[in-house]
């Protein structure tokens, strides 16, 4: 992927994180998520007074995505922080990457770590998940 390219997904990853909703643990995510047909999709932490309600900025985005007909994605950027803390890589939790794993193939699929638009990493899906369980352990 071209560096503007991963840049303007940070950024737009950014953006997400100024919507996010999270008054109770005060740590923000966003995430921007690629499809293969070149649409984006942002998403971010949504948290409730019932904690196990909440939901992760990464399965916003996939969830958004598949609701709008489109379930075949290429990348995500993702950033978090917390309130008042220093910006530091945020990687997803296992059940987004359980998430990610029902659409992504796991040997292609790109996750985009960021503390800023220069400051990143790019990890397969299968380095976070290695022998994740998908859809095909069922047949
Ligand atoms: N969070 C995400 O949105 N994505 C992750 O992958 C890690 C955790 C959110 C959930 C919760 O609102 C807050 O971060 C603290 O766990």
Redesign the pocket.
Known sequence: MEKEHVADMIGNAFQAMEHSY?PY?K?H?GAYLKTKQGHYYSGC?V?NASFSV?N???RTAIFKAVSEGEKEFESIA?V?RAEGGKIDF????GV?LQAMMEFCDPEKFQVILAKSEKEYKILLLKDLLPMGFGTENLE
């Open positions: 999270a643990s740590f995510v932490n948290e909440t992760c900025a990464e993702i978090g945020c990687p997803p939790c987004c």
